[in-house]
């Protein structure tokens, strides 16, 4: 299994990014997969997950109507939108691939960096 993120760049206070997940084929057949980040100096914390049963879930409350994740099986790939960007939404931004939402990764990509200045 492997997760590739991409879209990742420096955004001004307000703006939008789309970040995507490119996971090897089958991969979407067999997981879940979970968007997280870890802001300098934090630990890493879920952003929100594609549940292959319930679709879009456990979006963190501090992007609750900004961010949306969802899932284009034909390219292999889970994007997260994100809308409204805020300086405390600076961070590493990766993919993981639980069983199923709520339980930890067994797969993880590498990250790409999203910073927003204050």
């Known amino acids: 299994v492997q997760l590739v993120e991409s879209g990742g760049g420096l955004v001004q206070p307000g703006e939008s990014l789309r970040l995507s997940c490119t996971v090897s084929?089958?991969?979407?057949?067999?997981?879940?997969i979970g968007w997280f980040r870890q802001a300098p100096g934090k630990g890493r914390e879920g952003v929100g997950c594609f549940s292959r049963e319930d679709g879009p879930t456990d979006y963190a409350d501090s992007v609750k109507g900004r961010f949306t994740i969802s899932r284009d099986n034909a390219n292999d790939t889970v994007y997260l939108q994100m809308n409204s960007l805020k300086p405390e939404d600076t961070g590493v931004y990766y993919c993981g691939a639980p069983r199923y939402c709520g339980y930890s990764p067994l797969y993880w990509g590498q990250g790409t960096q999203v910073t927003v200045p204050s």
């Open positions: 084929k089958f991969t979407l057949d067999y997981f879940d």
